[in-house]
């Protein structure tokens, strides 16, 4: 089967072997942006190279041993082509397997955060073998928040530890120190757990001597003991049968689900008030103290703060791997126990600011050969940024079309220099800022050279920075709705709403913007796409004809009209 990611491509990626099999048509120059691997294997000394700077036809590159569904995936991401992946663990495994092997993690980071985040809503319930494929992938991909939250995941998780091992000797690049450390951590709470369920029968189990009284009977009438301590003991051992907690095999153990049952303890016991040991005659004991409800209580809070320090380590764990392994430093000389310290004292891995519409040249691809000259004026541009002609053709048709001509224009060097940072896969030094003024100049220039669909993603993880904003919210709307975001476009209009402006706002927005935008006011989860230009105004209309419905409701409800539950 030929698939067809580039319909000019000078190579042929045939991938796979026998009957799944599968040739995939790139180009060589946009693989070598993404991928220092594929440029020295494409531009360098190599035989490939050779061959190819010689061949008049798409020169075909046998890779056998990688999976198909994976190639396409990275091939598609890398030329900006939008495809519809099996959202599965196993397949996004094998993505950012590929995406590591040749070295274009850095390219296929967002896309691989956004289908991780897909995934992560289904984790719950998920096996130990799929846990510790999405733990490889938050690690490839630098999310140290899913690498917290998945290790701790498996390390619930019974045979999480033994995953972990398992897994160790087929990954790439995977610190060899985890299984260790994840096996420390988890010995230390089954060690806790066991020993605190276990202390209220020790405690019981001592009588007397334990509580050094004579005689626990208050009402000593010849009798030497009570024996309150044998019921409570049977009656705890029996609830904790009942939960699930007796007999203690830590190892067997879900984690999750014995802080569940630990949180159903109610300390249940027939000798709540004493054992009646003859006719009227009473025995209640003021000596037998093992209150089992507090013991399972401070039990709780040991756990959860033995947690809570495992969050606070593995987050940091995180960290430091995903930093050493930025930074190509080993991690096989990580210990568990002297490393908090220096664990502790890290912070979270920002990424660099550039300063950017500073005039002057800005290379962007080395071996580019286009200058995009930005400014009014031509012999006196504001910024040059000298870029690859093949890369922005394969992301924007518009881009394809125009370098049959000169290229002078007036936009935002900004917004220019950062849409092409993105379409060359240069985001590293690239900072998310909280200016709605410049998120909208980027999206514009996206929109108006139709590249929006290859900076999707890097817009989604802009405009998560606006989730919180009261103010700007048409601007917020529109770009949801640019970038294809549903949860921001539903969650946002739904405010502009219930907001008494809201319709005027947005009616006022759209005269002054160049992005056109429907308004879905029953919240559908309709896919952005399909609405059409002309919906947009009846969609508005409808939004002002709900609003003043809603004013309308609003005195009838004043009178008990409408008569509240």
Not at 63 to 69: A, F, M, S, T, Y
Not at 436 to 464: E, H, M, N, P, S
Request: aromatic share 10%; charged share 20%; glycine share 4%.
């Amino acid at each position: 089967m030929k698939v067809a990611i580039d319909p000019d491509g000078d190579v042929l990626l045939v991938v796979g072997s026998n009957k799944s099999q599968v040739s995939l048509q790139v180009s060589s120059k946009v693989l070598s942006v993404a991928s220092k691997m594929f440029k020295t294997m494409f531009f360098g000394q190599f035989k490939e190279a050779v061959e190819l700077a010689n061949s008049t036809t798409p020169y075909e590159v046998l890779v056998p041993d990688d999976e198909p569904v994976a190639m396409i995936a990275l091939c598609s991401v890398l030329h900006h082509v939008e495809f519809t992946p099996d959202l599965s663990v196993l397949n996004l495994s094998d993505f950012a397997g590929v995406a590591d092997k040749y070295d274009a993690v850095k390219a296929c980071k967002l896309a691989g955060k956004a289908w991780l985040d897909h995934i992560y809503l289904q984790i719950y319930g998920m096996s130990g073998f799929l846990l510790i494929r999405l733990l490889n992938v938050s690690y490839i991909f630098d999310d140290y928040q899913k690498f917290k939250n998945i290790s701790k995941m498996v390390l619930a998780h019974p045979d999480g530890c033994q995953h972990v091992r398992d897994f160790i000797p087929d990954a790439v690049g995977f610190p060899d120190s985890v299984p260790d450390t994840f096996a420390t951590l988890r010995r230390d709470l089954e060690d806790i757990i066991s020993e605190r369920l276990m202390d209220p029968v020790t405690v019981m189990a001592r009588g007397r001597k334990w509580y050094g009284i004579t005689d626990h009977t208050s009402n000593k009438g010849g009798l030497s003991s009570c024996k309150h301590d044998v019921a409570k003991s049977y009656d705890y051992t029996w609830e904790l049968t009942e939960l699930g907690l007796w007999p203690i095999t830590p190892r067997k153990w879900n984690l999750d689900t014995v802080i569940q049952s630990l949180a159903a303890f109610k300390g249940w016991t027939t000798a709540q008030n004493g054992v009646q040991l003859l006719n009227s005659f009473g025995a209640k004991c003021s000596a037998c103290s093992c209150n089992t409800v507090d013991r399972m209580e401070t039990l709780k809070s040991a756990h959860s703060n033995t947690v809570a320090f495992w969050y606070m380590h593995n987050t940091q764990l995180a960290k430091f791997f995903i930093i050493s392994s930025s930074q190509q430093v080993s991690t096989t000389a990580f210990h568990y126990s002297n490393t908090i310290v220096k664990l502790n004292s890290m912070t979270e891995p920002q990424a660099k600011r550039i300063k950017l519409a500073t005039p002057g040249n800005v290379v962007v691809d080395p071996d580019g050969d286009v200058l995009l000259l930005i400014g009014t004026d031509n012999s006196n541009p504001e910024l040059s940024i000298q870029v690859s002609s093949k890369v922005l053709s394969v992301a924007s048709k518009v881009f394809r079309a125009m370098f049959s001509r000169n290229f002078r224009e007036d936009d935002n060097p900004d917004a220019i220099l950062t849409l092409c940072k993105v379409l060359h896969f240069d985001t590293a030094d690239l900072a998310t800022t909280h200016d709605i003024a410049k998120l909208q100049g980027f999206a514009v220039v996206a929109d108006k050279y139709d590249c929006v669909l290859a900076c999707i993603f890097y817009g989604r993880v802009w405009l998560t920075l606006f989730w919180e904003d009261s103010c700007a919210l048409p601007e917020i709307l529109a770009l949801a709705y640019l970038f294809d975001d549903p949860h921001t476009f539903k969650k946002v209009s739904a405010t502009l709403l219930l907001s008494g402006d809201g319709v005027d706002a947005i009616r006022k927005f759209q005269k002054t913007t160049s992005i056109m935008f429907p308004v879905d006011v029953c919240g559908k989860s309709h896919h952005f796409s399909l609405f059409t230009s002309s919906f947009i105004n009846g969609q508005i209309d409808a939004l002002a004809k709900k609003r003043s419905n809603m004013e309308q409701m609003e005195p009838l409800d004043s009178t008990e009209m409408f008569p509240r539950s």
